[in-house]
């Protein structure tokens, strides 16, 4: 038995819905009644095959089709009616069909057949050959759809397809680019002053996504439920009042959730940062934390979510995603065990983003403390040695390729230039290294912690020696007549002095971290790491501005003719300045000769203020 699907509230009672009702295939839906984009149909059958337009006429007695023009009625009581031709109709249904399809599956290849149902059964169809659309009687009409091949590409074999499908035709009279009887007026001016007007939900969704503010408000007052209810789009509307009346908090929330619902945008992309967070070493019983960073990405869209924790031991403050998210990710190792292998758990991201939850790995190693030998003797032993080493291989790279030859003291010509490089270097590595150890966190392996050293080592001392090296090439362009060659000691010595001085700059930052009471990963650089990187770079473009400052002031000097007109600029100073010292001289005299006129025998006595009186 098929199911027919009227609009609500409505019986089925005609002739026609009770037929297909009872001939059809359960799996087969029958729409009575819709409206497609404005054309009332008859009924629209939504079967596995496809879909099937029926337009539905209750003529009588002899029924003459014609390729053009009117059909005719002729009745057996003599009365001919003229009808006009079905043609029409079926194209401006097909038209109507193809644009609904367009907008609400436009993934979908459906192809429509379309017959002209004679519900009487005393009609005949006086024809010689097709018509279009084809004439079915209404008792044959069921085994017509049932045995009609398979047109499209099957998306209407799937029951929820259909099902989905029907309902769509039967209550959407307004699809996202059909055109309203009323159009929408926002309460922001548009070009001259005049009402932002649309007149499609698409054009309505649009602009509510690029003016979130505007969506809100009219989300909330309910003008735009109503507005939409009005002109034929009851699931939009519905869709309007569940996000405002379901939403608690942001009503940004509920216009991400109306526009998306819509089907008209995209979802909004999200950057996590990082995409797998390890806290690292914790010593067991205490906190270990991580910083965790939620974006949204390149494109529309606003984020919104939660992030949750899947182990009792793991906690992530605070928990919501509105817009953006920065969280702090806290493991409390004081319930795990203690063991080589780190604990592993992770957090989920449910957000508007994607349909499945993001998930992020979290890792965390649970150590215990450390031996008093090991901290007080062990780690310092192995950071001197390693620091020694370092230190001995600069130097020794200072004597082979620099100018550690030609700088060593003539008093301390006993000692071979190479090995006293070597020492001095290596005794400040070694201190370096000794301080190092000392102020290793108490949980971080030896092994750990001297791989980090390395690390920025090495990343330190080539980003100095590269910016010198860049330094070099820039003033070797300038100022050919240096001869800085990049082989030559003098260069090879800077770029030593650069690695040398990234070397230290490495070892204090890590004992810095090691002062640390807590370290928070991921929590960016700390006020003196951004310090003297702002201070490096000041450095570098003071550098860069004095070599091309020496290289186009001779240029610019000899254009101007400088020196002339320093000169000329001198000779009038130094004329202004002499007749200015000539009236101060003057005025100093002037005062000492009256004041001792003053004083003198014979004279009435006075004050120092008598002689500004004069």
């Given at each position: 038995m ?29 729409v009575?009644?819709p409206?497609i984009w ?27 089709p014609?390729?053009?023009?009117a ?10 009616i ?5 043609a ?7 038209k109507?069909?193809?644009s609904?399809?367009?907008?609400e ?27 279009e ?19 499209g ?8 397809n259909?099902?989905?499908?029907a ?23 548009g ?24 969506g809100i ?28 009346s379901?939403t608690?908090?942001?009503g ?18 999200v ?59 806290t493991?409390?190792?004081d ?9 592993d ?21 649970a150590?215990p ?5 090991v ?23 200072f ?7 030609a ?17 001095v ?9 000794l301080?190092?150890?000392?102020t290793?966190r ?33 003033a ?15 260069s ?15 070892t204090?930052?890590e ?5 640390q ?9 700390s ?28 240029p610019v ?13 001198k ?5 202004r ?38």
């Open positions: 098929g199911r027919l699907l009227l609009s609500q509230g409505d019986i089925a009672t005609t002739r026609f819905a009770l037929q297909l009702e009872e001939d059809l295939p359960d799996d087969y839906l029958v009575c009644d409206v404005g054309e009332a149909l008859d009924a629209v059958v939504v079967a596995p095959q496809g879909l099937f337009v029926l337009y539905v006429k209750a003529w009588q007695g002899l029924i003459r014609r390729l053009r023009g059909w005719r009625e002729e009745r057996a009581d003599g009365k001919v003229k009808h006009q031709n079905p029409k109709a079926m194209r401006r249904a097909e109507a069909l193809e609904f399809l367009k907008d599956a436009p993934d979908w290849t459906l192809r429509i057949r379309h017959y002209l149902v004679l519900e009487e059964p005393e009609a005949e169809v006086s024809v010689y050959g097709a018509t659309p084809p004439v079915v009687r209404l008792e044959e009409l069921p085994e017509r759809i049932i045995d009609a091949p398979p047109l590409e099957g998306e209407l074999e799937d029951v929820e259909r099902e989905a499908l309902l769509a035709l039967r209550d959407i009279r307004l699809t996202a680019t059909q055109r309203t009887s009323q159009p929408f007026v926002f309460r922001t001016s070009f001259l002053g005049l009402g932002r007007k649309v007149r499609t939900v698409r054009r309505a969704v649009k602009y509510m996504d690029r003016h979130p503010q505007q408000e009219h989300l909330q007052n309910g003008t735009l439920a109503s507005w939409l209810s009005d002109e034929g789009a009851p699931h939009l509307a519905d869709l309007a009042r569940d996000v405002t379901g608690v908090g942001s940004r929330i509920a216009l991400e959730k109306f526009v998306y619902g819509t089907g008209l945008v995209r979802r909004p992309r950057r996590v940062r990082p995409r797998r967070i390890d806290i690292g070493y914790v010593l067991s019983g205490e906190m270990g934390s991580a910083r965790l960073r939620v974006r949204k990405g390149l494109g529309r869209g606003y984020l919104y979510g939660q992030l949750l924790a899947d182990a009792p031991w793991l906690r992530v403050e605070p928990s919501r995603l509105d817009g953006s998210l920065d969280a702090l990710v493991a409390d190792t319930p795990l065990v203690i063991t080589e292998q780190p604990s758990a992770g957090l989920e991201l449910e957000s508007n983003a994607s349909e499945e939850p993001i998930e992020i790995p979290v890792r965390v190693y150590v403390e450390p031996s008093k030998v901290r007080w003797l062990l780690r310092p032993l192995v950071g001197l040695i390693v620091g020694a080493v370092l230190g001995g291989v600069f130097g020794w790279a004597w082979q390729w620099g100018l550690g030859g700088l060593w003291p003539d008093r301390f010509s006993a000692l071979p230039s190479s090995l006293g490089w070597m020492a270097v290596g005794l400040v590595g070694a201190i370096l290294g301080a190092r150890g000392l290793q108490l949980e971080w392996p030896i092994f750990h912690a001297l791989g980090r050293w390395l690390l920025r080592v090495v990343l330190s001392s080539l980003a100095l020696a590269a910016i010198a090296a860049g330094l070099m090439g820039f070797t362009w300038l100022y050919p007549g240096w001869g800085l060659d990049m082989v030559s000691a003098t090879l010595s800077i770029l030593l002095g650069a690695g040398l001085i990234g070397f230290i700059g490495a204090a930052s004992i810095s971290k090691g002062r009471r807590e370290i928070i990963v991921g929590s960016g650089w006020a003196r790491a951004r310090l003297w990187t702002r201070r490096g770079a000041v450095a570098v473009v003071l550098a860069l501005v004095l070599l091309v400052g020496g290289r186009i002031a001779p000097a000899a254009r101007y003719d400088v020196d002339a007109r320093a000169a000329t600029a000779e009038w100073a130094g004329e300045f002499s007749r200015l010292e000539e009236r101060l001289n003057g005025w100093v005299d002037g005062i000492r000769l009256r004041y001792y006129e003053e004083q003198a025998p014979g004279k009435s006595g006075g004050s120092i203020l008598d002689i500004f009186k004069k």
